[in-house]
């Protein structure tokens, strides 16, 4: 049977879509929304980052049930194709449906997390869905800077257990987020001369390897590191003078290239070879990507041997990839080296870890610290993103397993995600806060590829209504 777009929630995503919510600019959505409760005389809260929450009364006989707190957030990734006229200020989202999926005429869908806003409107707005206590919670610019959520005041909340819609798949619940913790190093120095009789010169450069972002794809070894991968090629020599080093671009993409220019003194050149035969190695192992080296005919200016060494070495020392697996095969330990600049004669590198367990957590933060103090790299400034934890049989996780398990004969996989979430900021306002994710399926969000499965948004609608007319 073809999968239709019947269902209430459908009408209001259609509606949503005619408003522009880029994030930042999340004042119309957030009027919408308060309209919507003041028609129908639910008690609603909003505030100056255009957050808003609105309660309604359990259903008949659910009213000694605990309240329940249903999240998503109203902003979107507004992205389109190239000579694609859209103005994402005041143009509606062109929606169409292709086979299963439903997807918008050449940019973004913002089904996420625009199913998250239709889920919760339709259920607010059925007097046949069964349901305790509700406290509804429309948040913003979580795809930025996260502001909504850090500045929603948590005094107003009553909830002690969050079911959020920010999700992108149908089989996992996803049950904690990532710690982030950011450096930006700076090194400076000024460059010294080498005698071109005694030096060589060389251009390595990585390029065209997979990149990815450090939240989502860490655990994907085809990936790699150029980065870390050059570090690794120079251990060749026993001394090298960097001139240039320049690769990646923020602190969270896994970079996808990197060049370094530095030279080698002469009786080292024999070890050419070795580099050499390394570099084939690595072109095996990272198919897509394009390395050369090539000599250059002038000697250049460079970092000192020890400045060279200590930065060579703390990159080698730091742990980059997926460093910790749990026994489901979630990442809950992973370094990302995001980037290494140079700008005049200060270079500025910046890498990031992310957890889901503060106690690995922690044990590299220290040791990523007292590396920067060995080898002489000071940290300029820090960054910290919150991540949250909860046991993982914590009643609500364990009410939606069954509820699942019931719907559709199957396990929900439970995944601890390296992304960063809001749920974050909002265990860090409520003690001991039970949060999980569900949505449907959605494909490639943040590019105008974005689509959402129809089946699938119906059917997690079903496993929402189960969810709300049994929790405990
Ligand atoms: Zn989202």
Request: glycine share 6%; aromatic share 10%; hydrophobic share 35%.
């Amino acid at each position: 049977m073809m999968e239709t777009l019947n269902y209430d929630f459908w009408k209001y995503f259609k509606e949503i879509s005619n408003i522009p919510r880029r994030s930042g600019e999340e004042s119309k959505i957030a009027k919408y929304i308060i309209d919507f409760a003041i028609k129908r005389n639910f008690k609603y809260y909003t505030d100056k980052y255009n957050n808003v929450v609105i309660w309604k009364e359990a259903s008949e006989g659910l009213q000694d049930k605990e309240i329940l707190g249903l999240q998503c957030h109203t902003d979107m990734i507004c992205e389109k194709l190239i000579n694609t006229e859209h103005d994402f200020s005041k143009d509606p989202l062109k929606l169409i449906v292709e086979g299963d999926f439903i997807k918008a005429v050449n940019t973004t869908l913002g089904a996420d997390d625009g199913i998250g806003v239709a889920y919760i409107l339709a259920i607010l707005d059925s007097k046949e869905i069964k349901h305790p206590k509700l406290e509804c919670i429309f948040t913003t610019e979580e795809e930025t800077t996260m502001n909504g959520a850090m500045g929603l005041d948590a005094s107003i909340l009553q909830s002690k257990r969050i079911i959020s819609f920010d999700n992108d798949n149908e089989e996992e619940m996803w049950i904690s987020s990532a710690t982030a913790k950011e450096w930006t190093s700076t090194i400076k120095e000024p460059q010294i001369d080498l005698n071109p009789e005694e030096f060589t010169t060389f251009c390595l450069n990585l390029d065209k390897f997979k990149g990815g972002h450090s939240g989502i794809d860490i655990g994907d070894v085809t990936r790699g590191n150029p980065i870390k991968i050059i570090a690794e090629l120079l251990n060749c020599f026993s001394d090298v003078y960097i001139s240039d080093f320049e690769g990646g671009s923020k602190v969270n993409i896994i970079p996808r290239d990197c060049k370094i220019i530095f030279s080698i003194n002469n009786n080292e050149l024999s070890k050419v070879s070795v580099l050499e035969n390394e570099i084939s190695r690595i072109k095996n192992m990272y198919q897509t990507a394009d390395i050369s080296l090539n000599k250059i005919n002038n000697v250049q200016k460079s970092y000192s041997k020890q400045l060279s060494e200590n930065l060579l070495k703390f990159i080698n020392s730091f742990q980059n990839g997926a460093i910790v697996k749990d026994e489901y095969g979630n990442v809950i330990l992973s370094g990302n080296f995001g980037a290494v600049k140079k700008e005049n004669e200060v270079m500025n590198l910046l890498y990031s870890i992310r957890y889901n367990s503060s106690k690995l957590g922690l044990k590299l933060e220290n040791k990523i610290e007292s590396d920067m103090e060995h080898y002489n790299i000071e940290a300029k400034n820090h960054g910290n993103i919150l991540g949250y934890e909860q046991e993982e049989n914590s009643q609500l996780i364990e009410c939606c397993e069954k509820i699942y398990y019931k719907c559709f004969n199957k396990k929900i996989k439970k995944v601890k995600v390296q992304a960063c979430l809001e749920c974050g900021y909002f265990s860090n306002k409520i003690p001991n806060l039970q949060y999980v994710a569900i949505a449907p399926n959605i494909y490639n969000a943040h590019s105008p590829d974005e689509r959402m499965s129809i089946k699938s948004a119906n059917k997690m609608w079903n496993f929402i209504i189960e969810i709300l007319e049994n929790i405990n």
